[in-house]
């Protein structure tokens, strides 16, 4: 691990811009102190969890140079929220009570509704903002057949709730993300999304 890192530090300030490089160490840094502390604090330990997202986002603006806007930015936060908290309810509703204890999450049994509704709420707040920004001035600007683009929002949200329903029916034991890729209606949803996002340009 120590190797790696200290290659990847190497390789970023040797050829990628220095924001890159700090957005880098920054990462890791967080990522520590998740793994020591922050995964400890309930909720707050999640906020921290969705905005590895974020940041992998933004580090990619800035290794490519191209400016990542904040709808983009705002959606991420929201809609990650909301996978980093479904994945934190699937392990409480397969994981033994014991077992609970054991990994150091802070969320009990007693958390599970709670977890529900925040997951749901958040990729709801997410998808719209998706929404909102079809119809800014920005998107206006990029597509030219941006009608087309507002089924995208809800193509994302249905494919969350068959997540959540995944979640909620303990099919899902790791990142929800990893689950999607195996997933037949995610993939459907996936090849939607780019058939309607092509249809814009």
């Not at 490089?21 to 309930?42: A, D, E, G, V």
């Amino acid at each position: 691990s120590v190797s790696l890192i200290t290659l990847s530090i190497f390789i970023s300030l040797s050829f990628l811009p220095l924001n890159f490089s700090m957005i880098l160490i920054f990462y890791i840094f967080l990522n520590f102190l998740y793994s020591l502390y922050f995964k400890k604090i309930i909720y707050f330990s999640l906020i921290v969890l969705s905005s590895f997202y974020s940041l992998r986002i933004i580090a990619g603006g800035e290794a490519t140079n191209l400016d990542i806007s904040f709808w983009l930015i705002f959606f991420s936060i929201f809609f990650f929220l909301g996978l980093s908290t479904m994945k934190r309810l699937g392990e409480l509703l397969q994981l033994t009570k014991s077992e609970i204890e054991l990994a150091q999450r802070g969320f009990k049994i007693r958390d599970v509704n709670s977890l529900k509704v925040l997951s749901v709420f958040s990729s709801a707040c997410g998808c719209l903002l998706l929404t909102f920004y079809l119809f800014s001035s920005q998107a206006l600007m990029i597509y030219s057949n941006p009608l087309y683009l507002i089924f995208i929002p809800f193509i994302t949200f249905g494919w969350f709730l068959n997540l959540f329903n995944a979640a909620t029916k303990e099919a899902i034991s790791d990142d929800p993300i990893v689950f999607a890729i195996r997933d037949r209606i995610s993939i459907l949803s996936g090849i939607l999304v780019i058939i309607f996002y092509t249809l814009a340009l």
